[in-house]
Nanobody, 122 residues
Framework: QVQLVESGGGSVQAGGSLRLSCAAS????????AAWFRQAPGKEREFVAA???????YYRDVVKGRFTVSRNNAKNTVYLQMNTLKPEDTARYYC????????????????WGQGTQVTVSS
């Protein structure tokens, strides 16, 4: 079992930055791939970024060059550094963990956090 708790969300102006953290419980977290998804009101949950066990990464096109996903297995934590934020980045951001490699399909992830809200104003 893996439990995930996100933090670091908040309200920022366009062009600002935030760093989201996802703290995981469980000694086997390093054996999982992790990903960030987001969901805006009235929209489906969408993939943002993923990081594999060997630190390979994959990003949604619209966040490439602005967002960076990383992990610290010693701390059982995954991060999402978000720079140059835009109003369209406004959503609730969720951390997920699963066994598949860099998968963009939310159904492939076994564990989810409760999410953290990110609001970007223009």
């Amino acid at each position: 079992q893996v439990q995930l708790v996100e933090s670091g969300g908040g309200s920022v102006q366009a062009g600002g930055s935030l760093r989201l953290s996802c703290a995981a419980s469980g000694r086997t977290f390093s054996s999982y791939s992790a990903a960030w998804f987001r969901q805006a009101p009235g929209k489906e949950r969408e993939f943002v970024a993923a990081i594999s066990r060997d630190n390979s990464t994959y990003y949604r096109d619209v966040v490439k060059g602005r967002f960076t996903v990383s992990r610290n297995n010693a701390k059982n934590t995954v991060y999402l550094q978000m720079n140059t934020l835009k109003p369209e980045d406004t959503a609730r951001y969720y951390c997920a963990a699963g066994r598949w490699w860099l998968d963009t399909n939310p159904d492939r992830y076994d564990y989810w956090g409760q999410g953290t809200q990110v609001t970007v104003s223009s």
